[in-house]
């Protein structure tokens, strides 16, 4: 039986110019980390918002296992139909009841070794939906009977949300990585009692922008203080996410290794 979870999580993709710069460069990477689980957070692909069926094909086609979303998976009206469907692609358990989709989802990797993942949506700065941490605690008894290999995304906005939650689930998962914000987090930690943290994984799309959209766009908010078209941004594309191993003997995490694909430059250009 497998010993060993080798998890990717690649963080919130943007804009549908990042499917075939992932399709170019995840094989290095999966053979990089011997990745045998891969999870990526798909809310922002068409657009800059939502994800379709075409989008989540693509990313399956590329071995991807399950696909979380976000707030933004709703602006979308064609995702809604897909999230009904596909029950690989989820989208936050803390909505309210008789929203389409699911919460969370077990995967099998081989007989007998399976991967639950859930997405949970911060209230800190967003929609006041249900209690994420309430949620987990009663949504975790019933597939810690299935799998206690667990993983869940943390869609919020704030820093102390995302400790939290995770501070509260400690022990009681493996893993809590943190989306939404769209900047990597220069804390990825394995907390004492063996859950890996990271309070964001960052975004893979253009770095040449805002969080994915465009500077121009963004900086007119900032100036004008009110709302501006919406503009995707395009250049300087990345990927950014984490390598977590995960003991299928515990369900504790080993390690947790950011990335960020081509890395930035951290010296002046000349
Ligand atoms: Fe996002
Ligand atoms: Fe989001």
């Not at 075939?20 to 891969?38: E, G």
């Not at 957070?41 to 918002?49: S, T």
């Not at 991807?64 to 809604?80: E, L, S």
């Not at 943190?178 to 799309?205: E, K, R, S």
Request: net charge neutral; charged share 20%; hydrophobic share 40%.
């Amino acid at each position: 039986m497998l010993t060993k979870i080798n998890l990717l999580f690649i963080g919130d993709i943007v804009g549908e110019d990042a499917l075939p710069f992932l399709k170019d460069n995840l094989d290095k990477i999966k053979s990089k980390y011997k990745s045998n689980f891969i999870i990526v957070n798909g809310e922002n692909i068409k657009e800059g918002k939502g994800i379709t069926e075409v989008e989540a094909n693509f990313l399956f086609g590329l071995g991807v296992n399950v696909i979380t979303t976000g707030n933004h998976v709703w602006d979308n009206w064609k995702a809604r139909p897909l999230l009904s469907r596909e029950s690989k692609v989820i989208r936050p358990l803390n909505y309210p009841p008789n929203n389409p989709g699911f919460g969370y989802t077990i995967v099998d990797i081989e007989p007998g070794v399976s991967v639950a993942v859930m997405q949970l949506q911060g209230r800190s700065l967003m929609t006041p939906i249900d209690c994420p941490f309430r949620t987990a605690d009663h949504f975790l008894k019933s597939i810690r009977e299935k799998t206690q290999n667990i993983v869940i995304d943390f869609h919020a906005e704030t820093t102390s949300e995302k400790m939290s939650l995770a501070w509260y689930l400690d022990g009681k998962v493996s893993a809590i990585v943190g989306t939404h914000t769209h900047i990597q987090t220069a804390d990825a930690q394995i907390l004492p009692n063996g859950t890996a943290y990271i309070t964001d994984v960052g975004m893979t799309g253009p770095y040449n922008s805002v969080i994915g959209m465009s500077k121009e766009v963004s900086i007119k908010r900032m100036l004008l203080q009110t709302p501006q078209k919406f503009e995707l941004a395009t250049g300087d594309l990345r990927i950014s996410g984490v390598h977590i191993e995960i003991d299928n003997l515990t369900h504790q995490s080993m390690s947790i290794q950011p990335f960020i694909i081509p890395e930035f430059q951290k010296v002046a250009f000349v």
